[in-house]
């Protein structure tokens, strides 16, 4: 769907393990990013990316770790230093400086237990 | 860095209303404001968006106004239908190559 695929869509852990979300783009965007998202706050930037082997802290990157290591992938890990870990995670890419628009992945639900 | 403040969290309008939705900004250097949709369990997609140099831009049924002395934007919804029940969020780039902040988003409830 629209370029991005996120796999898998439903994911159970048990806590204190860590977990890592894929996300693949075949878009050719430069810039990818990820984002929780938790009832009634929105989307918080965890991790972005705007070139290969290169990334960024977001608002809420503690507890998470990401890689670049080639332009279409941008895999993000919950590491069991996080501590509410029990999320919605969408993983986004564009094409441009942050003037054009985000092309979101259908998500994962991570459910930590 | 940026914050975005999104009005009302809950909204109920009959079909045939109109619908509005505000957000505020704190970065005056804002210049990119997105709109997304998102539909229950599924993503969020892009609706429209203005830049900072455009105070209003219109798509069908659908504008939007930005007043960058008030740093605020606003989304309209016209003559709206049951298929435009979802949550709505705003977002504003700020200084910040490429980094995009939502606000809390706007569940929007059309009924017939």
């Known amino acids: 769907d629209g370029g991005i695929t996120q796999s898998p869509k439903y994911l159970f852990r048990k806590e204190g393990q860590n977990v890592t979300l894929s996300c693949e783009q075949n878009?050719?965007?430069?810039?990818m990013y990820w984002y929780r998202q938790d009832p009634g706050q929105g989307l918080r930037l965890i991790y972005y990316?705007?070139?290969?082997?290169?990334?960024q802290k977001g608002d809420i990157a503690e507890g998470y770790s990401v890689s670049r290591e080639k332009k279409e992938s941008f895999p993000l890990t919950v590491t069991s230093a996080q501590k509410n870990p029990t999320a919605f995670y969408l993983c986004?890419?564009?094409?441009?400086?942050?003037?054009?628009?985000?092309?979101f992945g259908n998500g994962t639900r991570l459910t930590v237990t | 860095g940026e914050n975005v403040e999104q009005h009302p969290s809950t909204l109920s309008v009959q079909e045939g209303d109109s619908a509005v939705i505000k957000c505020t900004y704190s970065?005056?250097?804002?210049?990119?404001f997105p709109w997304y949709k998102q539909e229950l369990g599924k993503r969020p997609q892009l609706i429209i968006d203005?830049?900072?140099?455009?105070g209003e831009k219109k798509d069908q049924r659908i504008a939007v106004t930005l007043n960058k002395t008030a740093k605020h934007f606003s989304l309209h919804i016209t003559e709206t239908q049951p298929e435009d029940s979802a949550v709505y969020f705003c977002?504003?780039?700020?200084?910040?190559?490429?980094?995009?902040?939502f606000g809390q988003g706007t569940i929007l409830t059309v009924h017939p």
């Open positions: 203005i830049r900072s140099n455009v």
């Open positions: 970065d005056s250097a804002s210049n990119y």
């Open positions: 986004a890419s564009s094409n441009r400086r942050g003037e054009s628009p985000l092309h």
């Open positions: 977002a504003a780039k700020g200084t910040s190559y490429g980094k995009l902040t």
């Open positions: 990316s705007q070139i290969v082997n290169d990334f």
């Open positions: 878009l050719n965007h430069d810039a």
